[in-house]
């Protein structure tokens, strides 16, 4: 398998082949386990992972978690296991970032297509996680895992209605929420982004939440709330959570009371979720 982040193209070709062949049956056990599970793996922590080559990359991993191809806790943790290679460096904080984007992007498209059972455990054991860290610092290994866990978690809510979970949707508001106050900016931007995913299968339960927190937080949350509420309608363009028609009404009076917004970022972010909505 010419699976490699060096040729990104041509990786995407591979892993469709791959898909093809899990899709029939005909990859034996034995090469999925020495052969295509190490160069995805490998892949799957890459920083210049996009496009095409991570479509086809998240397909591959629902695939062989549907076939069983492979143990779901081993691949998720052997995914995990992929940020403890993430370079901690000061130097490279776009790279890292993007590695610990993609890492989630894998942990979530397997998650969403394990059974429900797993799933739920998953979504419970990745809350608790989140809960039982203190204040980090930005470079600390703890840092990153707080990052991926917010992902992770938006990611899974972007494919599957977590808000259905008892306890699960009141447990997740108040840890986005909290996160908005960290003193590490990934981490608020991670919060950010995981809210306004985990709203999208779970509307009812998430959308109030960001549109009422709008009008009462501070200017540097406000941000941060568009951010999520920008994530929301992206992913709904994309395909995600069925039709966004009938939460517009709700939407739009939130964001024409911040056009005017004197930071210049809020009144960006606006424009955006603005523009988004008319696309």
């Not at 900016?185 to 995913?197: C, Q, W």
């Amino acid at each position: 398998y010419v699976i490699v982040d060096s040729d990104l193209h041509i990786s995407h070709l591979s892993l469709q082949v791959c898909y093809s062949m899990l899709d029939v049956g005909i990859i034996p056990t034995a090469e999925i386990n020495q052969h295509l599970l190490p160069a995805i793996l490998n892949l799957s922590k890459s920083s210049i992972l996009q496009d095409k080559a991570l479509d086809s990359l998240l397909a591959v991993l629902e695939k062989l978690v549907n076939v069983n191809a492979v143990v779901f806790q081993e691949l998720l943790v052997a995914l995990k296991n992929g940020l403890l290679t993430v370079p901690e460096s000061q130097n490279n904080v776009g790279a890292t970032r993007q590695s610990i984007s993609n890492i989630a992007h894998c942990m979530a498209a397997i998650t969403s297509a394990a059974p429900e059972l797993e799933r739920n455990i998953v979504v419970s054991d990745l809350l608790s996680s989140i809960e039982s860290f203190g204040n980090v610092s930005s470079t600390s290994s703890a840092s990153f895992h707080i990052q991926l866990a917010l992902r992770v978690a938006g990611d899974i809510g972007r494919r599957v209605s977590l808000g259905s979970i008892p306890g699960v949707a009141l447990r997740l508001q108040n840890i986005f929420m909290n996160m908005f106050g960290s003193q590490v900016e990934d981490i608020k931007n991670s919060a950010a982004y995981g809210l306004g995913r985990v709203a999208v299968c779970s509307k009812p339960e998430f959308l109030p939440k960001i549109l009422s927190a709008l009008e009462e937080k501070d200017q540097k949350q406000q941000y941060l709330l568009l951010s999520s509420l920008r994530e929301f309608i992206h992913c709904h363009q994309k395909g995600y959570g069925g039709e966004i028609a009938s939460s517009i009404p709700q939407i739009l009076p939130h964001l024409f009371n911040h056009l005017a917004d004197k930071e210049e970022g809020v009144r960006t972010m606006v424009a955006d979720c603005l523009g988004s909505l008319a696309c």
